[in-house]
């Protein structure tokens, strides 16, 4: 008998030439995430090791983490005896609850309704509008929140749940947007409701911080104080380290159920539509060979070093007083160092290598709850010493590729065509867009991480000055030139990531070929 992928006479059943590419490609494809893999292990997994030591010392900045007294369970014992404890494992119980409900049909309802749309143009000015909350600063979607939200217990838990439904929700359905075909499939959309159910599951405990530290105050605490804020607070305001690790510790355990259902539940979607019979079939092992490969890696490395550099630069021309062109810089960095992430995690999978796509997705669903971790990751830079400065943001920016990653996974699930050139095909249209969408974010969006590592206002990003334009009388920041350079480009800004946002959805959707959509 002979081979049908390469006509190769079989031996004891096995075809010796494939089983020699299908190690190869193997091989090649782990290559190709090494890169990620780097930082990875540098700013999650180091860090949590990091708390899950400091959990158990009384912290002293003298002495460090390894020298600080040891007090055992001390920490825990305190932190599960306190009054506070019932009310911020309920608070955070109920919110994650509240947006996994919320989210799903969320997901559901948009997917459905885009399905149906079988114009494309029309199809991509419905996506526009949808991701607006995305596109456009942060500040912008605090700003439309009512006032009666934020100064009511009871309705300040609405506030998480429209962010859900309006804000992660549509970034979902957009990923998934690839998938859908001319003909209506019910199964499509069902795959990337359960696809997003899946990652909150990962993330139940794990709200978004920014939000809730941009929102929450004293008047509603009784509801808005969960386990994230109360370890920001205590780590942060009151630098009680020991208490907060501990903290975040209890809330990875608490959240090990919910990730298991949400861990299997991914593994068996992308088991169906991603590492299934017909698509290995299809895949003569190009797609894992040696010049895409090694092509990955080298760029992969290549956008590290310009990420650097360009984070660099813009250290330079923020502090000499042009902070237009350093924040255009500093975005820039970002989004090379996030695509290092997102394109040599989601590598494996969309290529249909199983050996190295199980465990890329495993590494993925391990991760994705450390990016919450901020005292760690916080001790992390300090020990490098690079606090106050922009290659602290870049770094941990660079996290957010992980859920780039998984867009890229979602966008082309399914998916049996071979060949280098048709998995470039495929990835080039999302590529684009989640480019386009994270520059936004990155350029006027995400300001946790300035806020927490940047001191010097010389180096305040965009969107940490923006911020306190909002929070603050516009009148009153004209003694501070970065606030007041900032108020003069407000309008602009608005107008640059909406035009840049937009452009990325309608090109994208202007390079999906027809027959995928």
Not at 157 to 164: A, F, G, K, Q, T
Not at 199 to 214: N, V
């Amino acid at each position: 008998m002979y081979c049908k992928n390469c006509g190769t006479l079989l031996q004891n059943g096995v075809c010796p030439k494939c089983r020699s590419l299908k190690k190869a490609g193997t091989i090649w494809a782990a290559l190709a995430v090494f890169p990620a893999l780097l930082p990875m292990l540098l700013f999650l997994v180091n860090p949590i090791l990091k708390t899950i030591l400091l959990s158990f010392k009384n912290y002293s900045p003298a002495r460090g983490i390894i020298g600080s007294a040891w007090v055992g369970f001390a920490n825990y014992s305190e932190f599960l005896s306190s009054n506070y404890f019932p009310n911020l494992l309920g608070n955070s119980l109920i919110q994650g609850i509240l947006c996994l409900l919320a989210g799903t049909a969320a997901v559901f309802l948009l997917t459905y309704s885009i399905a149906r749309i079988q114009n494309k143009w029309l199809r991509c000015g419905v996506l526009s509008v949808l991701l607006l909350p995305n596109i456009l600063p942060h500040v912008f979607l605090l700003s439309l929140i009512p006032k009666a939200l934020l100064t009511s217990p009871t309705l300040y838990r609405l506030v998480p749940v429209i962010h859900e439904a309006v804000f992660v929700a549509p970034l979902a359905v957009f990923a998934g947007n690839f998938l859908l075909t001319k003909d209506f499939s019910r199964k499509r959309v069902f795959f990337i409701t359960l696809f997003y159910t899946a990652l909150r599951l990962l993330l139940f405990m794990f709200p978004d911080l920014q939000l809730q530290l941009s929102t929450y105050n004293p008047t509603v605490y009784q509801t808005a104080d969960v386990l994230g804020t109360f370890q920001y607070r205590r780590g942060f305001a009151e630098s009680n380290y020991g208490i907060s690790s501990a903290s975040f510790v209890m809330q990875l355990l608490l959240n090990f159920l919910p990730w298991i259902l949400g861990a299997v539940l991914l593994g068996l979607l992308l088991f169906r539509f991603s590492f299934n019979s017909s698509k290995e079939e299809a895949l003569p092992h190009s797609n894992t060979g040696a010049l895409p490969a090694v092509g990955l890696m080298c760029g992969s490395f290549l956008a590290i070093i310009l990420g650097i550099f360009f984070a660099f630069v813009a250290t330079i021309t923020m502090r000499t007083g042009l902070h237009t062109f350093g924040n255009l810089l500093l975005t820039l960095a970002c989004c090379l160092s996030a695509a290092t992430f997102a394109v040599g995690f989601s590598y494996p999978i969309i290529a249909g290598n199983k050996a190295v796509g199980i465990t890329a997705l495993c590494i993925i669903a391990i991760v994705l709850p450390l990016c919450g971790n901020l005292i760690g990751q916080y001790l992390q830079m300090r020990e490098l010493e690079i606090i106050n400065t922009l290659f602290a943001v870049m770094f941990q920016n660079a996290t957010g590729g992980i859920w780039g990653a998984l867009g890229l996974v979602l966008a082309t699930s399914g998916k049996t065509e071979s060949g280098g050139k048709s998995l470039f095909r495929q990835l080039l249209p999302p590529c684009i867009a989640f480019l386009c969408i994270g520059f936004c974010k990155f350029y006027a969006g995400t300001y946790l991480y300035s806020f927490i590592y940047i001191h010097d206002r010389n180096l305040y990003p965009l969107s940490l000055v923006l911020r306190e334009i909002s929070l603050s009388n516009l009148n009153n920041v004209s003694a501070n030139p970065t606030a007041h350079a900032a108020n003069q480009i407000f309008v602009t800004t608005y107008l640059l990531t909406a035009l840049v946002g937009i452009a990325g959805i309608w090109l994208s959707g202007l390079l999906t070929r027809e027959e995928a959509r």
